[in-house]
């Protein structure tokens, strides 16, 4: 990851793909909350799980592009403002929600192939299921997507905790690095 000293944030697309991905676990995760308002088998509750697996989809694809303006894109240099083991406890976090960013959409998606289900994003293409359907073992998997997707969100709300609270009370650059750039009036 190439290092620009001049930079006091990160970049523009990078900052967009962070939002973004905020944005879609939020969506994700709390649409699943909806199901239970519908019978199984109705339009709505269909559209909660079309919208579910799409943004599931749309998080793979925001990792995918992050991945590489992470690597080849300039960055701020390492904040001066944090300790070694808040800086190395931070990339720890980080690569943490990188991994459970794959996992649970990846899952998600071997979930539903178990279910003789497809696969479609935002109805722009689907994907049918490769695999035969085994709703047993479908069962087990729905457990270890469950558990994955509740241990990123119990990450980043702890990522998202710890950077107000450098923000509020360490009073460090942080949580700037990533916010969007004021706009002069």
Request: aromatic share 10%; proline share 7%; charged share 15%.
């Amino acid at each position: 990851m190439p290092v620009d000293p001049r930079l006091s944030r990160y970049g523009a697309p990078l900052r967009a793909i962070h939002w973004l991905t905020v944005v879609s676990i939020i969506v994700v995760f709390g649409i699943t909350y909806l199901e239970g308002f519908f019978a199984r088998g109705t339009p709505e509750r269909g559209l909660i799980w079309w919208t579910h697996i799409s943004v599931g989809l749309l998080i793979i694809a925001l990792v995918a592009a992050r991945i590489p303006v992470r690597i080849f894109g300039h960055h701020p240099p390492a904040s001066t403002q944090i300790s070694r083991p808040v800086a190395i406890a931070s990339h720890i976090v980080h690569g943490l929600l990188y991994l459970l960013l794959i996992a649970v959409p990846l899952v998600g998606i071997y979930l539903a192939f178990l279910r003789g289900n497809e696969v479609s994003f935002f109805s722009l293409f689907t994907i049918p299921s490769p695999i035969a359907v085994n709703r047993d073992l479908a069962r087990e998997v729905i457990e270890v997507h469950e558990w994955l997707a509740n241990a990123l969100i119990i990450l980043a709300v702890l990522h998202a905790a710890a950077a107000v609270a450098h923000h509020y009370v360490l009073k460090d650059d942080v949580l700037k690095r990533m916010l969007p750039e004021r706009v002069a009036p």
